[in-house]
Nanobody, 122 residues
Framework: QVQVVESGGGLGQPGGSLRLSCAVSGSIFRINAMGWYRQAPGKQRELVASIISGGRTNYADSVKGRFTISRDNANNTMLLQMNSLKPEDTAIYYC????????????????WGQGTQVTVSS
């Protein structure tokens, strides 16, 4: 069983900062990639940022230059540093963890955290 837990959400001010954390535990052979998604009320869930073990990152255009994703492979922890916050960043943020169940990632199980609320307002 794999557990994915997000933390660090809360209330931020426009132009301010928040840092989200994602901790992964349980029966894991290997995690190749991890990502942050968010979902605002009435909208579809969207990819915010992703990162692989080698450090390659990908960001949504809306957060590029403001958010930074990082990863601690040894501790199976992922961070999302959110700077220059905007009201449109308000959403529930989810940690997505595709877990390799075997050495060759022939079998991948997709896990999601429960989500953490981020609200940006004056």
């Amino acid at each position: 069983q794999v557990q994915v837990v997000e933390s660090g959400g809360g209330l931020g001010q426009p132009g301010g900062s928040l840092r989200l954390s994602c901790a992964v535990s349980g029966s894991i052979f290997r995690i190749n990639a991890m990502g942050w998604y968010r979902q605002a009320p009435g909208k579809q869930r969207e990819l915010v940022a992703s990162i692989i073990s080698g450090g390659r990152t990908n960001y949504a255009d809306s957060v590029k230059g403001r958010f930074t994703i990082s990863r601690d492979n040894a501790n199976n922890t992922m961070l999302l540093q959110m700077n220059s916050l905007k009201p449109e960043d308000t959403a529930i943020y989810y940690c997505n963890v595709p877990v390799c169940a075997d050495a060759g990632c022939y079998h991948i199980d997709d896990y999601w955290g429960q989500g953490t609320q981020v609200t940006v307002s004056s």
